[in-house]
């Protein structure tokens, strides 16, 4: 069965120090990939996705991550962190192969950026 | 463009009543899905309907719970007699035909069960 493990509950980070949120996933077919990004009392944002290609994808507000076949994992990455990027950030996973878009998510992990 | 409209977007109960979620998904998207996100846990999917069709149901509970997605107006999520374990945060979200993995997420409802 699909899972989702996002290694870190909480990251406290302070501003424009870099950052990194694991997320590491386990399914035995192919997979998309997806990070969203949840502020307080707001529905979820689409971050960024992989779902083929290029196995670095970018968000336009300089969030990387890099899908990783043979480790299963696809981390999220900034170089530099602004106070605003404080959020909590969901990892998520959906098997293609399916045809029903489920999402699995992980548990989240709260990115707290400090002045 | 409108993005996904849920509402209320509070919600009271007390045990035992029904509660009535309702979810308006963006123009030209066929696919909802609701997702449910209980204090200290992250979404769990619920169910994934069409149009008048209910696709994926593997996360609904069994009891109590149902959903709908009518050919006119909102899809509809409906707890009976609801218990204070129903207390959470429920998503809707939907997609385009044949787009599964681009879901964009409503604000949510949030259920208190008194």
């Known amino acids: 069965a699909q899972s989702v493990t996002q290694l870190d509950s909480q990251v406290p980070v302070f501003e424009e120090a870099p950052v990194e949120l694991r997320c590491n996933y386990s399914?035995?077919?192919?997979?998309?990939l997806f990070w969203y990004v949840q502020y307080p009392n707001q529905g979820l944002q689409l971050l960024l996705k992989?779902?083929?290609?290029?196995?670095l994808v970018e968000s336009i507000n300089g969030f990387e991550a890099e899908f990783n076949k043979s480790q299963t994992s696809f981390h999220l990455r900034k170089p530099s962190v602004h106070i605003s990027d404080t959020a909590e950030y969901f990892c998520?996973?959906?098997?293609?192969?399916?045809?029903?878009?489920?999402?699995?998510f992980g548990q989240g992990t709260t990115l707290q950026v400090k002045p | 463009n409108a993005g996904v409209m849920q509402n209320p977007r509070h919600l009271v109960r007390r045990r035992g009543q029904e509660a009535r979620l309702r979810c308006s998904p963006m123009?030209?998207?066929?696919?909802v899905y609701w997702y449910r996100q209980l204090p200290e846990e992250g979404l769990k999917f619920m169910v994934y309907?069409?149009?008048?069709?209910?696709?994926?149901e593997s996360g609904m509970p069994k009891e109590r719970f149902s959903a709908e997605f009518p050919k006119e107006g909102p899809s509809i999520l409906r707890i009976q007699q609801v218990v204070r374990g129903d207390s959470a945060a429920y998503f809707c979200?939907?997609?385009?035909?044949?787009?599964?993995?681009?879901?964009?997420f409503g604000p949510g409802t949030r259920l208190t069960v008194t």
């Open positions: 979200a939907s997609s385009p035909p044949r787009q599964f993995y681009e879901q964009y």
């Open positions: 399914s035995s077919v192919s997979v998309y």
């Open positions: 992989y779902l083929s290609g290029s196995t």
């Open positions: 998520a996973v959906s098997e293609p192969s399916s045809n029903t878009g489920k999402l699995i």
């Open positions: 123009k030209g998207h066929s696919h």
């Open positions: 309907l069409q149009k008048e069709n209910i696709i994926d």
